[in-house]
């Protein structure tokens, strides 16, 4: 239970850069999600934190404290790794037990602890058995059972559900967010999984190039995403994304392809004629028989919804989910609502709010 | 695989264990037989007079020879010390190197490849000249030492350290272990399967030396079990032969009950990694 502060912290591989100033700070009992693609530098992140790794230049902070210079026995920080890492000769008891050991606690509260946390995450009947003997979503237990027992000041976790299987993805995912909250432990969760990012954090920290490029509240990471690689990278199936430029003294955009769309939050005090990237997501573009022809290429039925994946008449793609009744078979004429529109600048990616 | 019995393959198998089998079993039986039936060249397949032999060199060994129990009792010391002690310094180097960063630790590397292509008979002169230097010659260090440097058990224990996931080295660097515990708790038990297989070959290695040993002590109290064989034929005219045969089946019995007893575990650290 503790706060964690970052400040300025940066690491790089021989002269290759990774992180590029990384500046974050978390509330005690506080949840946060760091997600982006591979090789953005997430898991870095993660293990300078640990301590696995030295950074090149920054601080961190757990409780006021500094701690960049300690090893990672001494940060009292628990991590739960993608692939477990459980002690392959331990039974689960031992495993759960060893943190405890090296630290000299009595027989009996090792005892207590671990049978407390076993309890707690249903692995008591399992003490005895050794890793192999575990299913994927046992061992996942353990590895969490390892990280909950030592009580520490902060969870690390290092995509910990990437190696199972959908339906036990989202079962563990819920039992994590609901662990977490029971426990109040300050935690960093690393993944690439947006479902995961949007459901367990209680913020969401958007690495892109070892830069942090948003940091905000999933819903608001979704629904005023900061620059347009969020826009893309946040929701499923992706944003559509059409050029255009700033019309009508900026309460209007032109796109490329023709229609003026007026802006439903206000006007933008850039020049007319600025380049726009307008952002618009599959779920909220609606069929309107005034609208653009889109000429459909693919349909995929998820069930409830269809997405429709089709091209505008200038080759341009534009995905579109519409509720399952309402998909055409080869064409339709689509609008975009103002309302649901995302304003990015062009040239530099950044979102354009009205001034 | 398809339930009928493959004669062909069973027939090449069983010419193989006959060829495998056949001088063990005449060694046997010809240290059951009479020393003039066999001086005469009247070797018998089938065992002779009794096992009677067997207590007799066990406690009296032959002319010029110590007790056979003196001559065991002393490989199997060697064997153990060189098998125990090789494991140790190639498991603490092999450490060392697959899992610290520290100055030349590339030319250590290096340097430890290197011994691979001195191994002892290239080097005899020097190293004796070395343990005739300490005053070694004729004690047990100054027999079993110059045979635990062991390049070979130190690049397979480097790759076994370095098969074992980064995850798990970090794991316990979380969980607060030390570099001393971690080599205990983890990575020994870890490498438990390997080590086991890797004491089965030193052992049998160490009990089969017989340059260095024939070398390094001429007193006789420190006459290996192989020595003292060779001893036995070359003592005079009138060699017992049966006496020489059961002490050869003796010598024998330690390294097959090693290769027995460590069997499972010699396989499975050959085959499988427990990780």
């Known amino acids: 239970m503790a706060s964690l502060k970052l400040t300025n912290l940066r690491k790089s591989f021989g002269t290759t850069p990774v992180l590029h100033g990384i500046d974050l700070e978390l509330a005690s009992g506080e949840m946060l999600v760091i997600v982006g693609a591979s090789g953005c530098g997430k898991s870095t992140l993660l293990r300078l934190v640990a301590g696995l790794e030295e950074p090149t230049a920054g601080a961190i902070e757990l409780d006021g404290k500094n701690v960049a210079n300690l090893d990672p026995a001494q940060r009292d920080i628990a991590m739960v790794f993608q692939n477990y890492a459980l002690y392959p000769h331990m039974s689960v008891f031992d495993n759960m037990a060893y943190a405890l050991k090296i630290r000299g606690l009595s027989k009996q509260d090792i005892a207590t602890r671990v049978q407390e946390t076993a309890d707690m995450l249903g692995l008591g009947p399992l003490l005895a058995r050794k890793p192999r003997q575990l299913s994927g979503g046992q061992r996942q237990r353990v590895a969490m059972g390892r990280a909950i027992v030592r009580h520490p000041k902060l969870f690390l976790f290092d995509e910990p559900l990437s190696n199972l299987d959908a339906t036990l993805r989202v079962s563990m995912r819920a039992e994590i967010k609901r662990l977490q909250r029971r426990m109040a432990v300050t935690s960093l969760y690393v993944t690439h999984d947006q479902v995961e990012a949007m459901t367990l954090g209680d913020r969401l920290l958007v690495l892109h190039q070892g830069r942090a490029v948003q940091l905000a509240t999933p819903m608001e990471v979704f629904e005023r995403p900061a620059n347009i690689y969020v826009a893309g990278f946040i929701g499923a199936p992706a944003m559509n994304f059409l050029p255009g430029a700033l019309s009508h003294g900026g309460t209007a955009v032109t796109l490329d392809i023709g229609p003026v769309i007026p802006f439903a939050d206000g006007k933008r005090p850039e020049p007319d004629g600025m380049k726009l990237t307008i952002g618009i997501r599959p779920e909220h573009v609606v069929a309107n028989p005034a609208g653009l022809e889109l000429q459909v290429d693919l349909l995929e039925p998820l069930g409830s919804e269809t997405v429709i994946i089709g091209r505008l008449s200038d080759g341009t793609m534009l995905s579109v989910k519409l509720p399952k009744a309402e998909a055409p078979a080869e064409r339709m004429n689509v609008g975009f609502p103002p309302a649901q529109l995302h304003v990015f600048d062009a040239a530099t990616g950044l979102r354009l709010d009205p001034g | ?275």
């Open chain 2, 1 to 275: 695989m398809n339930g009928r019995t493959d004669w062909t393959a069973h027939i090449v198998l069983g010419i193989g264990v006959a060829l495998f089998v056949l001088p063990v079993w005449l060694v046997f039986s010809a240290s059951t037989q009479d020393a003039a039936m066999i001086g005469r060249g009247e070797l018998s397949f089938i065992p002779g007079a009794g096992l009677d032999i067997y207590w007799k060199v066990l406690s009296e060994g032959a002319p010029g020879v110590a007790p056979v129990w003196h001559l065991l009792l002393v490989s199997f010391g060697m064997a153990m010390s060189i098998a125990i002690g090789k494991i140790t310094i190639s498991v603490l180097s092999a450490y060392a190197i697959a899992f610290f960063r520290f100055p030349f630790r590339l030319l250590c590397f290096w340097m430890i490849f290197f011994t691979l292509m001195l191994p002892v008979e290239v080097r005899i002169i020097p190293t004796y000249a070395v343990m005739a230097g300490f005053g070694l010659i004729n004690t047990f260090t100054g027999l079993t030492m110059p045979l635990i440097a062991s390049a070979t058990a130190t690049l397979l224990f480097r790759q076994t350290f370095l098969a074992i996931p980064d995850e798990l080295v970090e794991a316990a660097r979380m969980d607060g272990a030390g570099p001393l515990r971690f080599l205990r708790d983890i990575l020994l038990p870890v490498s438990a399967a390997n080590i086991a297989a890797l004491f089965v070959i030193l052992f049998v290695y160490g009990w089969n030396q017989y340059l260095w040993p024939l070398l390094v002590a001429t007193d006789s109290r420190l006459d290996t079990i192989v020595i003292g064989i060779v001893k036995m034929i070359g003592a005079d005219t009138s060699v017992e032969w049966n006496r020489v045969m059961a002490t050869a089946v003796l010598a024998m019995l330690p390294p097959v009950a090693v290769v027995v007893l460590m069997q499972h575990w010699f396989v499975k650290g050959l085959t499988e990694g427990d990780k």
